[in-house]
């Protein structure tokens, strides 16, 4: 076989790579400096999987100095959603993600290596794949499709995953050079494949920077490197753009830890050298039936970065959370530096987890919640506009009508030793937590279980006519306690404790029930700040409210 001729016959316009080669010079970069990537495909709303890849993409080139870049693999047009570019990039921007090269706002780019689109860059990938099929490493393949194509495709995605070879060889393998002229005289599209070398009884060593190092069966498959729609499939286009763009780190989920072989032969075919590849685990959830699973964009609300978004978690709890399933040694870090910016972090790829993390609200409430709980009331009443601006405008509107008020709310049970923690998401301030501040909000519905709703309600009758707005902390309790003995409830708790048939409660039972009318809740923030923050007619207002609701 002539295989210059045939690569002729196939790509007769493609320059000679020497031209990309010398176009994308080595970057001139310190010993050490991992240039990294962020390379989704363009299908929707950003996956969480996606941005944690893309948080330990950048935390390793800012750690070691180096480079980070954006690029959009944009090569399946089929499932292709529009927008999708700019929703990645709106969603990295929101959470002070930063890149130094790559896909900006609009199809503009930045930097000395693009394009950044791969549908861009076909004439590059034509020109690596004539020296591929010159070498006699690639052949064309005019075989169609079959109907049942979704069908064979999952079962060799399966053999794939169980690391088997799949035996038959391509029927276009060992096709002669005038069987190729008649068929490409006819105008028959064909797809391009790689002419493997390997040998599934055989296998080598390999390191990955998450599992380390590696024994790997040899790749045997005649794998497609560019469709007959003359696109590249993702190892193709990886590893020119990859070489080209002189990445050194590639972060991707374990789910293409199967395909390594395969890419590591395409690199090598074409004399490129290797990348690094760190296999990151895949966040996971237990599903309905016990059973671990990938977290799904379909299935899972958290699955969809925008869900963050649209709740209100502020930026730093969800990439604080994410680095405790991605770095081992973060938690140690943070408890050693509770102060410290997460940017002072240093993130190093042998660190991330080898173990597939289980995403758990819980936890990430309870992070959100120390998070929010160390912010002032004008940091919190900012994060809190921005959120309501854009995702309750009616809220933001209530909010913004009396600012000083709504800082007041804010900045109760804050900045002291022992904040309050009960705000995970700024969601939260309207729905569970601190709606009955706002009358708008605040309805005369009262927890009233187990409550004695005649004691109840002539402690606020008694209370609504002592009530002394201008009392300080301790007169304001001092004033509780003897309307309390006065009533009938013990102001000793010891006493209370030691007899409580004696009395019809204590001060906490009567706290209570003032907490009720002025909330509704049987729990809730500092009441005598409550009373401050809603003025005196508002608290009078709401004693009358109870005494006629109930």
């Known amino acids: 076989m002539d295989y210059n001729k045939l690569a002729d016959l196939?790509?007769?316009?493609?320059?000679?790579?020497?031209?990309?080669?010398?176009?994308?010079?080595?970057?001139?970069l310190k010993t050490g400096a991992e240039v990294t990537r962020f390379a989704p495909s363009p299908t929707g709303s950003l996956h969480i999987g996606h941005f944690f890849q893309c948080l330990c993409d950048s935390y390793i080139a800012k750690s070691t100095g180096g480079l980070f870049f954006f690029r959009v693999e944009d090569t399946d047009k089929k499932r292709e959603v529009e927008g999708s570019v700019d929703n990645a990039i709106n969603t990295l921007e929101k959470f002070g993600i930063f890149y130094d090269e790559g896909v900006m706002k609009n199809g503009e780019e930045k930097g000395e290596y693009g394009p950044y689109l791969q549908s861009a860059r076909t004439e590059i990938y034509r020109s690596y794949a004539k020296k591929l099929v010159a070498s006699g490493r690639a052949y064309p393949c005019f075989c169609e499709k079959p109907e049942n194509f979704e069908e064979v495709k999952e079962k060799r995605q399966e053999q794939l995953e169980e690391n088997f070879a799949l035996q038959q060889k391509d029927p276009c393998r060992d096709l002669s050079l005038e069987e190729v002229e008649q068929k490409l005289s006819q105008n028959k599209p064909f797809a391009l494949r790689l002419k493997s070398l390997g040998d599934p009884e055989k296998s080598f060593k390999f390191k990955d920077e998450v599992k380390g190092e590696r024994e790997i069966r040899e790749n045997s498959k005649d794998?497609?490197?560019?469709?007959?729609?003359?696109?590249?499939?993702?190892?193709?286009?990886?590893?020119v753009d990859d070489h080209l763009m002189r990445t050194t780190l590639v972060i991707r989920g374990e789910e293409w830890y199967p395909s390594l072989a395969s890419h590591l032969e395409l690199f090598d075919a074409m004399g490129f050298e290797r990348v690094k590849y760190a296999h990151n685990p895949v966040i996971s959830k237990i599903d309905e039936n016990g059973g671990k699973r990938k977290i799904s964009k379909r299935?899972?609300?958290e699955g969809n970065m925008a869900y963050f978004i649209e709740t209100g978690y502020p930026v730093n709890s969800i990439k604080e959370y994410l680095l405790t399933l991605a770095n081992s040694n973060f938690e140690i870090w943070r408890r050693q530096n509770p102060e410290k910016s997460l940017e002072e972090f240093e993130f190093k790829a042998e660190k991330i987890t080898s173990s597939n993390p289980m995403f758990d609200f819980a936890k990430l409430n309870d992070i959100s919640k120390t998070i929010i709980s160390k912010m002032t009331a004008e940091e919190v009443y900012q994060e809190l506009s921005r959120w309501a601006s854009e995702f309750d405008k009616e809220f933001f509107e209530v909010i913004s009508r009396d600012e000083n008020y709504?800082?007041?709310v804010l900045n109760i049970d804050r900045e002291t030793p022992k904040p309050r923690k009960d705000i995970a998401k700024m969601s939260d301030v309207k729905e569970s937590v601190w709606g009955y501040m706002f009358n708008e909000y605040f309805k005369p519905e009262y927890e009233l279980e187990n409550a004695n709703v005649e004691n109840l309600k002539e402690v606020v009758a008694t209370y609504t006519n002592i009530y002394n707005h201008a009392d300080t902390k301790d007169e304001w309790f001092a004033r509780i306690k003897e309307m309390s003995g006065g009533l009938g409830y013990a102001?000793?708790?010891?006493?209370?404790?030691?007899?409580?048939?004696?009395?019809?409660g204590n001060v906490a039972l009567v706290c209570e029930y003032i907490r009720i009318a002025l909330t509704g809740r049987k729990n809730s923030p500092d009441l005598y700040s409550i009373s401050q923050v809603l003025g005196e007619n508002e608290v009078k207002r709401r004693f009358e409210l109870l005494l006629k609701s109930i």
């Open 491 to 504: 102001v000793d708790n010891k006493e209370f404790k030691a007899n409580p048939e004696k009395f019809k």
């Open 299 to 301: 299935k899972d609300k």
């Open 10 to 28: 196939l790509y007769p316009t493609a320059v000679n790579t020497d031209v990309w080669e010398n176009k994308y010079p080595k970057r001139e």
């Open 223 to 239: 794998i497609i490197l560019i469709k007959s729609d003359g696109l590249p499939v993702y190892a193709f286009a990886h590893a």
């Open 406 to 408: 709504t800082k007041a």
